[in-house]
């Protein structure tokens, strides 16, 4: 099963206090490649947005499964930046 990701309005507030749009974020949940990370019902993904800033989304699973909805979402430091692109150059994106 595919996943499904939601917005509401505390998304998109949460979206736009950071400076970024809701588009910004479907290049990252959509895009590749990227990182992902789920830890039981948080589910964490980085990328890159159509303008190649690296982003961090953050969506917590709904009821039900395959099913998220975006909490959060910023610009990456440059620490976190290397990391990730240490990840792909080691081969373990998603």
Do not use: N
Not at 12 to 36: C, E, F, M, N, S
């Amino acid at each position: 099963m595919e996943e499904r990701y939601r917005f509401d309005e505390a998304s998109y507030d949460a979206i736009t206090a950071a400076g970024l749009h809701w588009r910004d974020v479907q290049d990252v949940l959509h895009g590749k490649p990227r990182v992902r990370e789920l830890i039981g019902a948080v589910l964490r993904v980085g990328a890159q947005d159509r303008l190649h800033r690296w982003i961090a989304v953050a969506l917590i699973e709904d009821e039900c499964d395959d099913e998220f909805l975006v909490v959060s979402a910023r610009l990456m430091d440059a620490a976190e930046i290397a990391g990730i692109e240490r990840v792909f150059r080691e081969g373990s994106e998603s």
